[in-house]
């Protein structure tokens, strides 16, 4: 079952059994987070009783890699391919009237933050911060749609700091920002794993990433005017945000516990000044505790698709692509090819890194090693591998400036070569097995 709203998907993780209730009270600061960590990659929660707030909240929705093949309808292996033909065959939204979507049904011009149950969710952290809300945004000059998901930072009432990365969403502020005006946003919170999957995707300008969302769905995303900004957002949202990036605004955002498993530092950001809030009747809370699997895979998923792309262009027999949980699912990089030529997993390692800056570390292997598991990787680079043939290592390209060990987002660069030569004696890397041992069930043999 393809989901496209939180409530199908919720209902959907109910009937596997993966849902799980809590109906003891608790606390937004730390206690919420806590919780969901503790059920990372095993259940989503759904809170129902937040203290001083009446409204549910659920996390963990998409906290395994089998969950999130299961919502887009594949196997594991097949998922980032399927992500990919996705972003190769946009399905173009639908506009449906406000009558007709869930989010209109409560329309509030005066915003008060603090009615939304918004966690704290590390020691450190500046404060309360919305984390699975997808911005939307237009850019000034064409007034093409982007989505992107960003940390939110609470500052008051109706005000928000805001991190923006180098990415589109930095070029359409910078645009109005000299023209000097604000630019419109919308941030849809509630949503199912598929739309927040496709908000992640890393597409090139003038790409509206709504319509990933209608390939993964298999039919059209159902979009609804806001009624404060000129925007559109999904129909079937929990709740949305309307408002402003108030041009040559900075304030203190941060600290915040970010996906590497350290804390962004806090300096000045740019200001949303909200203007509405739209919410279904009753509303659910949606959170991402970060740097647990749901954060990591969010983040994964579209990466894998868009690297798959990118190394066929120049390895067309690559097998497989995986962005390793042990490297933030931003920073190491597996690539299983079918090589048919010297030097391919070079230019594997090439087109990786010229995919994503974020790409520090990659393994090329050969297609008999699975890349889902760590142990046949490392046992592919410890008997495949000689570091003074296979290793090379670019330095002080660019990166990401939340690795810690980075200077300032200048990072090193290092490919691994962990395939079987070409030329190599037959034999020499054959891989033992046991006739018969894959359909060996140990249970029928035991008493």
Not at 142 to 167: A, D
Not at 272 to 287: D, F, G, V
Not at 413 to 429: C, H, N, S, Y
Request: charged share 25%.
């Amino acid at each position: 079952m393809v989901a496209n709203s939180l409530r199908q998907w919720l209902a959907e993780l109910d009937r596997k059994g993966l849902l799980k209730q809590v109906n003891k009270e608790v606390d937004l600061h730390y206690e919420l987070a806590a919780v969901g960590k503790k059920a990372d990659g095993r259940y989503a929660l759904q809170f129902n009783k937040v203290r001083n707030s009446s409204i549910p909240v659920v996390t963990g929705i998409a906290g395994t890699r089998e969950i999130m093949a299961a919502a887009m309808g594949v196997s594991i292996k097949e998922v980032a391919e399927r992500f990919a033909q996705a972003q190769a065959n946009p399905v173009e939204c639908v506009l449906v009237a406000s009558g007709k979507s869930p989010v209109k049904e409560n329309v509030n011009y005066e915003v008060d933050l603090g009615s939304l149950p918004i966690p704290v969710h590390h020691e450190k952290d500046g404060g309360p911060y919305i984390t699975a809300g997808v911005l939307v945004a237009k850019d000034p000059r064409t007034g093409i749609r982007n989505i992107s998901i960003h940390r939110l930072q609470v500052l008051g009432p109706n005000r928000l700091g805001i991190l923006i990365l180098p990415r589109h969403l930095s070029h359409f502020f910078r645009a109005a920002e000299e023209a000097g005006r604000p630019l419109e946003v919308a941030i849809a919170i509630g949503l199912d794993p598929l739309l927040l999957l496709a908000s992640q995707a890393l597409t090139p300008p003038g790409f509206d990433e709504f319509t990933i969302a209608g390939a993964l769905y298999g039919q059209p995303l159902e979009l609804v005017k806001c009624e404060t900004v000129d925007l559109e957002v999904p129909a079937q949202a929990e709740i949305v945000l309307e408002g402003r990036l108030l041009p040559g605004v900075r304030e203190i955002e941060g600290p915040f516990g970010e996906y590497p498993k350290y804390y962004g530092p806090a300096s000045p950001k740019p200001v949303i000044e909200l203007t509405a809030i739209t919410s279904r009747r009753n509303p659910i809370y949606q959170t991402i505790v970060p740097a647990t699997m749901e954060h990591l895979l969010l983040g994964a998923i579209p990466r894998e698709g868009g690297l798959l792309q990118v190394i066929k262009n120049a390895v067309p027999n690559v097998k497989g692509v995986h962005l390793t949980p042990g490297g933030t699912c931003r920073y190491h990089a597996v690539i299983a090819i079918d090589k048919q030529n010297e030097g391919e997993a070079k230019n594997a390692i090439f087109a990786a890194f010229s995919s994503s800056q974020e790409i520090k570390h990659v393994v090329v292997v050969d297609k008999d090693v699975d890349i889902f598991n760590p142990e046949d990787v490392e046992w592919a680079i410890a008997t495949r591998c000689q570091a003074g043939r296979d290793v090379f290592i670019v330095e002080r390209a660019l990166g990401n400036k939340l690795d810690p060990s980075s200077d300032n987002g200048l990072s090193d660069k290092m490919g691994i070569d962990a395939t079987v030569p070409l030329d190599a004696e037959p034999g020499r890397f054959e891989r033992i097995r046991i006739p018969g041992e894959e359909a060996i069930r140990l249970e029928d043999y035991l008493d």
